[in-house]
C-alpha cells in the first residue's frame, strides 16, 4: 500500500515540472495545470492569524479573515473591554486599557454553515505578533506610486479575495513625500497624495492597515527628502534651490548633483516631527530605509514612534548587520536582512537559501528577520511591468521558503492584474498558517548541499511543517523517515499546497517523492509526538 502511495505522489508532484518556463504569466491557460490550492469552500472558513498584539490605550483593528458565501455575519465572545465588533464586516476596533492575554472565539456563519476559530489578543508592551502579510508599492510601482495606485490596491485586496485570508497591510514606499510643514513641520505629502489622512482612514474603514515610508537621510534611495536635514528650520538646499520635478522628487538637468550625493544623515533630525505627523495621520507601519542600519537612528526613531502613543510597526531597511542583532529585536518589529530581491532564480535563491540561516535565533514574536518582498505576479519597479521572471515552480519554492522562514510577507505586484495562478499562490490558508503559527519559530535547515535543503518547522499544534527543496537542475527523489526528525509513532504526511492527506507511515518507514527542478514539496506531518505516557513503546 505505501508503495501505491507514494507512486500517486511522485506523478502528482512530477507534474509540476512540465517545461513551462519563465515569462508566461501574461499567458494565464499556460499556468492552469500548476494550480494546486482548492478552491476555500463556500462554508464559512476563518483564516489568518491565531494571535495579535496591541498596547495598552492604543486603536486596535482586527479584521476576521474569512472565506465563504456572503453575506455573512460575525460573532466574538469574550471580546476585552474597550473592543467591540461590526457583525456585518466582521471588524473589531475599540480600545483596551488592561494588559493581559484574552483569548476570544470567533465565528462565521452564512446560509451553508458555521465555522469557529480561537483567536488570543495580547494587550502588552509587543506588537506584531505573527509575520506582518500585506502589499507594498515598490516592486509595482516604483516611485510613481499615487493615492489613486495605493486605494485600486486596496480594492483589489479586497475584491479578489485577499482579504479573506489574514492580508491586511497596504504599504506606501518611496515617492509619496513633498516638503515639510504642517502642525508637527512633518514630511508633507507631494500632488498624488492630495489627503494621506483620508485615505488612511478609507483604508481603515475597509479593515486594512496603512503603511508609509522614510529614511534617516536627507534623501531616500529614490530622491525625495527624508527625516534628516542640514538645517535646523527643515528646509533642503536642494529642494530651496529648485533641484527638483514637479513632485519634489530630486532632478538636476546639470548631473552635478545626485541621489547618492545626498545619502547621509544631517545634522539635523526630524524623526520626533515626522512620527507625530504620521500617527495624526493615521499610519500602522513605517519602512524606515538606509544602510548601513545603525543603533542610533533604529532607537531614535523606535522612541519617537512610541511617544505618540500609536502602534506603529517599525520595519527597517535594508541588510540590517548581523552584529547589531540585539538591537534590532529590542527596539525593531522587522528588519531585512538583505538587500533588494529580484524576480530571478539566483535572487530568490541566494537571498533565501544563504542569507537566512544565521537570523534564526532572532526571530520570533514581535520581532521578524525579513528576507524582503514576495516577487510573484506582474511586476515592474515603476518601469516596464512584466510577469515575474520566476517558473512556476521557483515561484512554489518562493512562498514556501518565505512562509517556513516566518518572514514578513509583503506582495509587490499589480494587484489589479492578478491571476488565477498568482491567487492560487497567495490563497493557501494552510502555508499562510505555517507562516503565521504562534510560535514564531524560523524553519532549520536539517540537510543543505548546493543541489537540494531540506527545511523543518515546528508548529504549535505539535505537528511538523517539512519542505524539500530541489535545487538542481534536473528532477531528484527526495525523501525522509519520521525518526531524521525525532517524531515517533504513525504519522499522517499531508501535502499543504494541495491540502489533502497522501498517506500514513510508521516512524521508521522511509517516505520519497519527486521533487521537479527548483521546485519543492510542501508537507505537515502531524499528530507529532505524543504528549501522553509512552507505555509499551520500545526504542529500535
Not at 529590542?330 to 530571478?344: F, G, H, Q, S, V
Not at 534564526?360 to 516577487?375: E, I, N, R, S, T
Request: aromatic share 10%.
Amino acid at each position: 500500500m505505501k508503495f501505491v502511495l507514494q507512486s500517486v505522489l511522485v506523478l502528482a508532484c512530477g507534474f509540476l515540472s512540465n517545461g513551462i518556463q519563465a515569462g508566461t504569466a501574461d499567458r494565464p491557460d499556460s499556468l492552469a495545470g500548476y494550480i494546486l490550492t482548492p478552491k476555500a469552500p463556500d462554508t464559512p472558513r476563518i483564516n489568518g492569524p491565531k494571535i495579535t498584539g496591541v498596547r495598552p490605550g492604543s486603536d486596535f483593528l482586527f479584521r476576521i479573515p474569512a472565506t465563504g458565501v456572503r453575506p455573512m455575519t460575525f460573532s466574538a465572545d469574550g471580546l476585552p473591554k474597550g473592543l467591540s465588533l461590526d457583525r456585518t464586516t466582521g471588524l473589531i476596533t475599540g480600545k483596551v486599557r488592561k494588559e493581559g492575554v484574552y483569548t476570544v472565539t470567533l465565528a462565521a456563519e452564512n446560509s451553508l454553515g458555521r465555522n469557529e476559530r480561537s483567536l488570543r489578543i495580547v494587550v502588552g508592551d509587543r506588537i506584531a505578533l505573527t509575520p506582518p502579510m500585506g502589499w507594498n508599492s515598490w516592486n509595482c510601482w516604483g516611485h510613481t506610486v499615487s493615492q489613486e495606485k495605493i486605494m485600486a490596491a486596496a480594492v483589489a485586496m479586497e475584491e479578489k479575495g485577499l482579504a479573506d485570508y489574514g492580508w491586511s497591510y497596504v504599504n506606501i514606499d518611496d515617492g509619496w513625500q513633498g516638503t515639510r510643514g504642517g502642525k508637527y513641520n512633518g514630511i508633507q505629502p507631494n500632488r498624488k497624495f492630495p489627503d494621506m489622512k483620508g485615505l488612511a482612514d478609507s483604508l481603515h474603514a475597509m479593515g486594512f492597515k496603512i503603511g508609509i515610508y522614510s529614511a534617516p537621510w536627507t534623501a531616500t534611495f529614490a530622491g525625495h527628502i527624508g527625516s534628516q536635514c542640514d538645517r535646523e528650520d527643515g528646509v533642503y538646499s536642494w529642494i530651496e534651490d529648485g533641484k527638483h520635478n514637479s513632485d519634489f522628487r530630486l532632478s538636476d538637468p546639470e548631473g552635478k548633483l545626485r541621489g547618492r550625493d545626498l545619502w547621509y544623515h544631517g545634522a539635523y533630525s526630524f524623526a520626533e516631527n515626522d512620527a507625530r505627523q504620521w500617527a495624526d495621520w493615521g499610519i500602522d507601519y513605517l519602512k524606515y530605509d538606509w544602510r548601513p542600519n545603525d543603533y542610533y537612528n533604529t532607537k531614535e526613531m523606535h522612541d519617537a514612534l512610541r511617544s505618540t502613543g500609536r502602534d506603529i510597526v517599525l520595519s527597517l531597511s535594508n541588510t540590517a548587520p548581523l552584529a547589531n542583532a540585539p538591537v534590532w529585536v529590542e527596539y525593531a518589529d522587522c528588519w531585512r536582512t538583505t538587500t533588494d530581491i529580484y524576480d530571478n532564480w539566483e535572487s530568490v535563491r541566494s537571498i533565501g537559501f544563504e542569507g537566512q540561516n544565521v537570523w534564526a535565533q532572532y526571530k520570533g514574536p514581535g520581532h521578524w528577520p525579513d528576507a524582503d518582498m514576495l516577487v510573484v505576479g506582474v511586476v515592474g519597479w515603476g518601469k516596464k511591468m512584466h510577469p515575474s521572471g520566476l517558473t512556476p515552480d521557483e515561484q512554489y519554492t518562493h512562498i514556501t521558503l518565505w512562509a517556513m522562514l516566518a518572514s514578513p510577507l509583503l506582495i509587490g505586484c499589480d494587484l489589479d492584474r492578478l491571476d488565477d495562478f498568482t491567487l492560487n499562490l497567495l490563497c493557501n490558508n494552510e502555508v499562510i498558517d505555517v507562516n503565521q503559527d504562534p510560535l514564531g519559530y524560523q524553519a532549520s535547515a536539517v540537510s543543505s548541499t548546493d543541489t537540494s535543503a531540506v527545511y523543518v518547522k515546528p508548529l504549535e499544534d505539535g505537528s511538523l511543517a517539512v519542505a524539500l527543496f530541489n535545487l538542481s537542475d534536473k528532477p531528484v527523489n527526495m525523501g525522509f523517515s519520521c525518526t531524521d526528525f525525532g517524531i515517533t509513532g504513525d504519522q499522517t504526511i499531508r501535502d499543504i499546497w494541495r491540502q489533502k492527506d497522501l498517506c500514513t507511515v510508521a516512524d521508521t518507514e522511509r517516505w520519497e517523492t519527486e521533487v521537479p527542478v527548483h521546485g519543492t514539496a510542501f508537507l505537515r506531518i502531524y499528530p507529532g509526538n505524543t504528549r501522553e505516557r509512552p507505555v509499551g513503546y520500545k526504542y529500535m
